[in-house]
């Protein structure tokens, strides 16, 4: 981990300390991927180092460009969760704000999770406490001390923390009704 903090100029999370957020767009399109560049360069704190129209393409140009945020679009969660297990820290849907998605490449690139709300197949408080016949007050107590003994600061967090530990697997995300 140090060794790579060094090589990206950041500390021991592999946040950069100056300098802009390096940016690897992914995508089979084109168009999508001239737009993003566009959208990009109107920030001052980021900088696109590479295009790549396919995954091999994108492993090729991570490993010369060295960014701190890649970027690909695609729209099922067959494709989500096992980039999540492989260690994704933020997944959009297309039809996201522009405002979305650099609110999300910054929220990665300070190594916090920005997952879009639409691919979550937890259940909310009121549907758990429907479920095990307790208060939702009872159920929203018991997941803010879990997330305060873990000290994580949302259920994404969580889930990931789940994911990454061995807790839960992909194996127990129900399936898309």
């Known amino acids: 981990m140090e060794e790579r903090a060094r090589r990206v100029g950041g500390d021991s999370t592999g946040a950069r300390m100056k300098g802009p957020i390096r940016v690897l767009i992914a995508d089979d399109h ?67 704000s522009p405002e979305e998605l650099l609110e999300a490449i910054h ?3 300070r190594g916090e999770p920005s997952l879009e709300p639409a691919i979550a197949h937890g259940l909310s408080n ?15 107590t018991h997941v803010s001390n879990i997330l305060g003994k873990l000290h994580l600061a949302s259920r994404t967090q969580a889930a990931l923390f789940a994911l990454r530990s061995g807790l839960a697997s992909l194996d127990d995300v129900p399936a898309a009704e």
Do not use: C, M, N
Not at 34 to 62: P, S
Not at 65 to 89: M, R
Not at 127 to 140: L, M
């Open 30 to 96: 084109g168009i999508v991927r001239k737009g993003l560049t566009v959208l990009l360069a109107t920030e001052r704190d980021i900088k696109v180092v590479g295009e790549a129209q396919d995954g091999q393409e994108a492993l090729e140009k991570a490993g010369s460009s060295e960014p701190d945020v890649v970027l690909t679009s695609f729209a099922t969660d067959d494709k989500v969760f096992p980039a999540v297990k492989a260690g994704a820290l933020g997944y959009l849907l297309k039809d996201s």
């Open 107 to 109: 929220r990665v690139h």
């Open 126 to 140: 009121k549907e758990i406490a429907s479920k095990i016949f307790i208060a939702e007050w009872t159920v929203r």
